[in-house]
Every structure is written in structure tokens, then in C-alpha cells.
């Protein structure tokens, strides 16, 4: 193998701010490009989190005190793991588990969709993309392993934990760190600054300021999710602090399936506090004056109604190492090169997230009717029905861009933003005193709209709760 040795080699200062999927993903796979003989540069890598390495925390303690969310990983994210040798198959494949079908309830109507290349007669359609059931920080933790385990003695990597990024000094290229518990502080010089410090990013404010403008073992995970306008108007069981009143309205209205252990969802539920979760657009990702750049939910943190913030996060971290070998580690062609390749990902998320879905209870039961039939259609004549957007999600081969423009094309994402975008201002309105008498007929038609509190049970996502924004 020919190349330049790795004395001879221009060396880069990384700083990840972020030891998160994506964060992680990017630091191996900037590792990793030090041992390829093409490669121009030298990467020194520090990694900056403000949390303990979860890749040192015994799997036992992990499952008992560390858990967060159960989420799905697609072929977009699976293939970005993949990309690394050995990580899947030896840390990430044991955490979790693969998806064989794919349910849909209309009340207590099922119907099943096989994921995989074996569609059964009885089932619907295939092609749905891969499924792997996890725990967000299970991922992290199998992450974190493999990149300590696979670069112990190497020179080129730091480790800071218990760290946090405090302040982007742009000007001169450097970031300020705190140690939470010692609260000693330093300075950290970079070259090149990557985001991965999630929905509240002290990178990407660094940006907005600059340029003056964000279950194993057979058990079954659930997850209940309203929008925030219809808060006020779910039962006042689901938001009693007494388990049994939980149990028996749960025991009433899921008719889905019947829970083995009624009691059991129930304590869980009333033990946990409702999520929020917060939306982030921006335009650009990068900075090539301020040499940063950022990723995964820094860019594009989105309410998890599809399922693709992880999928997109790890997706952008191999992207971006994808990028920096295509333009030969040039940051000055890459950075934008990453913007034009993401932003569009990120922001077809995003929207997708929040509009594929409609707040208003009748019409999206329409719409999942719609995608039913289209689905059962689109199967058997192909080329005479348009695939469903939904299905097409997180695909391999199939881009969130090329998801969005299905949906528009369809008609999907004009009709519910102009619904969802009226009740969001509606609420808005209300919930500000904007308007202080309701209007009479808005009033009637939120009456109307708002009636009957939604109840959207997922299965296979752990029990939790989510408040989407
Ligand atoms: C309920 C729920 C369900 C979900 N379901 C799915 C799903 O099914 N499929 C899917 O793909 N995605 C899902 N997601 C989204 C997914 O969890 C996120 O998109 C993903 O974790 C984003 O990864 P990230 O690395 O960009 O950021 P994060 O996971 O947020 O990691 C950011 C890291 O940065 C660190 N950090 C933050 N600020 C600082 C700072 N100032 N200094 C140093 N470190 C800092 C944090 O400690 C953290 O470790 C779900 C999310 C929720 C809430």
C-alpha cells in the first residue's frame, strides 16, 4: 500500500462536541481513516460529553439505571453502523431486536405488513426497510465500547467526559470545556468543530450568533404520544398519579391488544414524566470561516413520530467521513459539499415529522385508511399506484428528500400542513390570549376538530411518553 506515512500527513484537531450516535459514529470513522494508506491528513480527534462513557458502565447496571427510549433503526442508520468493521456484528447486534412484521391497528382491526425479503400471502406488502428495535442509550453504549476498545493506545483520540462544551470562542478557533464535577475549565483549539451536541447544541448557537440569524426478553415496548393542543383534553385518567385509575381506563379503551400485565403498564406509566420534544430547521450546517460544522439532532432534532432521528444522525456522520474522502479531506470543499447533501435530508425530516401526520383526529384516521389501500394497491400494480410515502421511509436507496416529494406529490403535506399549521395557531392564540373571545366559528370548528382525545399506541417502542411541540 502506497500513501503518505503518518508523520509526513497535514495534522487536523477534530472536537466532537457530543458522545451521542452521531457523535460516536464520527469519531471511529474519523479514526479509522488514520490506519487508510489513501488518506492526506492525520485526525486528532477529542471527543467532549458532558454525561459518564456509557461504554464503561456494566451491562447490568446499564439495563437497571441507564435506560431512555426504545427507537427503530432503519437501513439508513443500520447501514451507517455497518459501515464500520465489526461494530454491528460484535457490540451494536446483541442490544437489540430485529423487527419480523410490522402491525397496523384500525381499533381492534389488524393489519400486517412482513418486513424483509419473504412477503406471506396473509400479509400485505414487504419492502418495508429493516427494523432493529433498540434502547437509544444501548446504542451509545455499544458505541462508546467499540471506540475505546478498538483505540485504547491510539495517540490520536481523547476522551473528555463529564465535560461539557460551554462556549464557541470562533475567533480564534477554540472551544471553552468544564469539567462538571471539578469545574475546572480550558480552552481547546480546533481546526475543524462538529455539532453533535443534540437539540440544545452549543455548536450551532455558535453558528446562529456568528452569522446573526438550534426490549429484549419478549417483553413489548409502548409508547403514547398527543400533540401539545390536545393535552388539555385527554382523559383525566391517562394524567391521574394513581396506577389503578390508569389500569382500568388502559384495560377499557386499548383495544389493540389486551396487556398481559395491565397493572405493571400502568405503575410505569404514572412513575414517568411527559417528554417534549423540540424541532430544529436550519438552512445551512456548516461554517467554513468558523471551520464547524454540525449533525444529527444539533440540525435537525424532530418530534419522533417517524423515526429517523437516529437513522438520519448516524446517516449524517457516515456522510459527511464519505465527503472528506471525496474531496481528499479539503474541509473548504467538504463543509459545503455536507450542507448541499444534508440539508435537505434534515429538513425533509423534519417536515415529514411533523406534517406526514395530521392533528386532527378525523382526518388522520382518513389518511391511514388512504395509505391502507394505497399500500394494498401499490403492491399488486405498480406501475399504475404510487407507493405510499410512509412505506418508503428509511429505505435503503430511498432518501428522506425522495419521501417528501412522494408526499407532496400526493397532496399529503399541503393538506396537513394547512391543517396542522391552522390548530398549532389556533391553540397559539388561545393559549397567549392573542385572541381573548373565541371566535364562534373557529370555536365550533376546534370544537369539532379538538373532540375526542387521541390515543395512538405504538407497539414495539418502550413505555414512554412524548409531547410533540
Ligand atoms: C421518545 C423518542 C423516540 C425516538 N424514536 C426514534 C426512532 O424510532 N428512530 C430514530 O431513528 N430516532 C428516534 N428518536 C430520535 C433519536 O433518539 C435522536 O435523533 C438521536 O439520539 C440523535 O442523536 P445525536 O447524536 O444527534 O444526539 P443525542 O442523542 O441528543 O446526543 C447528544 C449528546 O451530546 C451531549 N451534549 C449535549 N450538549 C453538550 C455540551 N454542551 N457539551 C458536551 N456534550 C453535550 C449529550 O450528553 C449527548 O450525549 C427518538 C427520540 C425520542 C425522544
Known amino acids: 500500500m502506497g500513501g503518505l506515512t503518518n508523520q509526513a500527513r497535514e495534522r487536523k484537531r477534530i472536537v466532537i462536541s457530543g458522545a451521542g450516535p452521531a457523535g460516536l459514529l464520527t469519531a471511529s470513522l474519523l479514526l479509522n481513516k488514520n490506519k487508510e494508506a489513501g488518506c492526506t491528513v492525520t485526525y486528532d480527534v477529542t471527543l467532549i460529553d458532558g454525561r459518564q462513557d456509557y461504554g464503561s458502565i456494566p451491562q447490568k447496571e446499564l439495563s437497571e439505571n441507564h435506560r431512555s427510549w426504545m427507537l427503530g433503526l432503519a437501513d ?13 456484528e460484535n457490540y451494536v447486534k446483541d442490544e437489540g431486536i430485529l423487527l419480523r412484521e410490522f402491525t397496523l391497528y384500525l381499533g381492534s382491526k389488524k393489519i400486517t405488513q412482513s418486513i424483509g425479503s419473504s412477503p406471506s400471502s396473509s400479509k ?18 455499544a458505541m462508546a465500547r467499540y471506540l475505546r476498545e478498538t483505540h485504547t493506545e491510539d495517540d490520536n483520540y481523547t476522551s473528555m467526559y463529564k465535560t ?44 446562529v450568533k ?64 411527559w417528554n417534549q420534544t423540540g424541532m ?25 413520530s417517524i423515526g429517523m432521528g437516529m437513522n438520519t444522525a448516524l446517516r449524517d456522520a457516515a ?26 435530508e434534515g429538513n425533509a425530516l423534519s417536515d415529514l415529522a411533523l406534517h406526514l401526520y395530521c392533528t386532527d383526529a378525523t382526518q388522520q384516521m382518513k389518511a391511514t385508511i388512504h ?45 396537513h400542513r394547512a391543517i396542522n399549521d391552522r390548530i398549532r395557531m389556533e391553540y397559539f392564540e388561545q393559549e397567549t390570549c392573542m385572541i381573548k373571545t373565541p371566535i364562534q366559528k373557529s370555536y365550533t ?18 413505555y414512554q411518553k412524548v409531547s410533540m411541540k
Open 371 to 415: 395509505q391502507v389501500i394505497r399500500n394494498f394497491f401499490y403492491t399488486r400494480f405498480p406501475s399504475f399506484v404510487d407507493e405510499h410515502p410512509f412505506t418508503m421511509i428509511g429505505r435503503r436507496g430511498v432518501s428522506l428528500s425522495d419521501a417528501y416529494e412522494q408526499a407532496v406529490k400526493q397532496g399529503i403535506m399541503r393538506k
Open 164 to 207: 461539557t462544551c460551554q462556549y464557541v470562542d470562533y475567533e480564534n478557533k477554540r472551544v471553552l470545556v468544564r469539567n462538571v464535577e471539578s469545574s475546572v475549565e480550558c480552552y481547546i483549539l480546533y481546526d475543524l468543530l462538529i455539532g453533535c451536541d443534540g437539540v440544545r447544541s452549543t455548536v450551532r448557537e455558535a453558528l
Open 280 to 304: 430544529i430547521h436550519c438552512n445551512f450546517y456548516h461554517s467554513t470561516q468558523l471551520g464547524i460544522v454540525i449533525m444529527g439532532d444539533a440540525a435537525h432534532a424532530t418530534s419522533p
Open 445 to 462: 370548528m376546534s370544537k369539532k376538530l379538538f373532540g375526542g382525545a387521541s390515543l395512538i399506541a405504538v407497539a414495539a417502542f418502550v
Open 319 to 344: 456522510i459527511f467521513s464519505e465527503i472528506l474522502k471525496e474531496t481528499n479531506d479539503d474541509f473548504s470543499a467538504a463543509l459545503p459539499a455536507f450542507s448541499k447533501t444534508r440539508v435537505k
Open 76 to 88: 439508513h442508520g443500520m447501514d451507517a453502523i455497518k459501515t464500520l468493521p465489526n461494530l454491528y
Open 124 to 141: 400485505l406488502s414487504s419492502g418495508l426497510p429493516e427494523a432493529f428495535i433498540v434502547d437509544r442509550n444501548f446504542v451509545v453504549a
Open 210 to 273: 456568528r452569522i446573526a440569524l438550534p426490549e429484549t426478553g419478549g417483553l413489548v415496548n409502548i409508547g403514547i404520544g398527543t400533540a401539545r393542543n390536545n393535552f388539555d383534553k385527554l382523559p383525566d385518567e391517562l394524567k391521574s398519579d394513581d396506577y389503578k385509575v390508569v389500569s382500568e381506563y388502559v384495560k377499557k379503551n386499548l383495544k389493540a391488544f389486551k396487556l398481559v400485565d395491565t397493572d405493571d403498564f400502568a405503575k410505569q406509566w404514572v412513575g414517568q414524566r
